[in-house]
């Protein structure tokens, strides 16, 4: 790609906790980590449906109430421990990655935006994109999120723009470069 007018550039850091809050933002908001999450709650409640089989078998009404007791309390403990079991899979899963030297994010990072494309410049890497590749933006409290594909996305702490005016114009700026995006809170 040739060298195109800078519209705005960003340098900033990219920490552990960073990606670990990308990877919860993840996994509950984002479009694909709800549909990963819909059938884990499906997953949950499986044990409810298994109350059929003791009616099927003409059991005592006793022991039907007695086995659906106990599949509630499965189910409501399932239901409790899923956003715990998950958060520490994913902190799991990050301190693993910390200890083979293979975290998945450049942690000092510049970030320019040119009038066709994105360049991207870590420690270790340089990346030039089209915004047309850009598939979601997401947003949460922590950072912005500028999905490239379902599961990779460029993570920009908030902190990085001055102040909210700064960060409303990046958003639209970007919104408005890549028709694909879309906006998710």
């Known amino acids: 790609m040739e060298t195109k007018k800078l519209i705005g550039s ?26 990963s999450l819909f059938f884990l709650w499906v997953l949950v409640f499986i044990p409810l449906f ?3 089989f003791p009616i099927l078998r003409g059991d005592t009404w006793y022991q039907i109430l007695n086995m659906g007791i106990r599949l509630a309390l499965l189910s409501l403990i399932l239901f409790l421990a899923m956003r715990p079991f998950i958060n520490l899979m994913v902190r799991l899963i990050v301190m693993t990655m910390k200890r083979s030297g293979k975290l ?13 494309y994105v360049c ?19 947003v949460d409290e922590n950072a912005v999120y500028l999905y490239l594909t379902a599961l990779q996305a460029i993570i920009i702490p908030r902190s990085v723009f001055d ?4 960060e409303g114009e990046f958003l639209k700026f970007i919104h408005l470069q890549s028709d694909t995006a879309s906006h998710c809170a």
């Open 50 to 52: 298994a109350i059929v």
């Open 104 to 116: 998945p994010f450049g942690k000092s990072v510049q970030l320019d935006l040119y009038e066709d």
């Open 163 to 166: 102040n909210k005016q700064d």
């Open 120 to 138: 991207e410049t870590t420690e270790t890497a340089e990346t030039r994109f089209k915004y047309s590749t850009i598939e979601h933006l997401g």
């Open 10 to 35: 960003y340098t900033y850091n990219v920490t552990e906790a960073d990606y670990i809050k990308f990877n919860k933002y993840h996994h509950y908001k984002s479009p694909s980590g709800k549909k």
